[in-house]
């Protein structure tokens, strides 16, 4: 059983920056998995923000590009989501996410982090 816990969010002004944390526990194959961040505001869907391979590979939503950077410590088993120039439209919480894939048989969620970006 994967624990995902996240943490770092907070009340920020327009133009500052956030670092938020997530840590895995419970299964040695999160370090095969890939890890991603995930937001989701008041009445929207759940999207991706950014994610990361076991590799490093990383990808990330159109609306993060150039301004938030992911990264992991695989040994640590820890994904990070570092935020510059935040924006009001960045305001919702922030979740971590183990897909299914190889080695997980189902969608791992932490329990989420609010960000709120004030104008």
């Known amino acids: 059983q994967v624990r995902l816990v996240e943490s770092g969010g907070g009340l920020v002004q327009a133009g500052g920056s956030l670092r938020l944390t997530c840590t895995a526990s419970?299964?040695?194959?999160?370090?095969?998995?890939?890890m991603g961040w995930y937001r989701q505001a008041p009445g929207k869907q759940r999207e991706l923000v950014a994610e990361?391979?076991?590799?490093?590979?990383?990808n990330y939503a159109d609306f993060g590009k150039g301004r938030f950077t992911v990264s992991r410590d695989i040994a640590k088993n820890t994904l990070f989501l570092e935020m510059n120039r935040l924006e009001p439209e960045d305001t919702a919480s922030y979740f971590c996410?183990?897909?299914?894939?190889?080695?997980?048989?189902?969608?791992?969620w932490g329990q989420g982090t609010q960000v709120t970006v004030s104008s």
């Open positions: 996410k183990v897909p299914r894939g190889t080695f997980m048989s189902i969608d791992y």
């Open positions: 990361m391979t076991r590799d490093g590979t990383a």
């Open positions: 419970g299964s040695a194959f999160v370090k095969l998995s890939t």
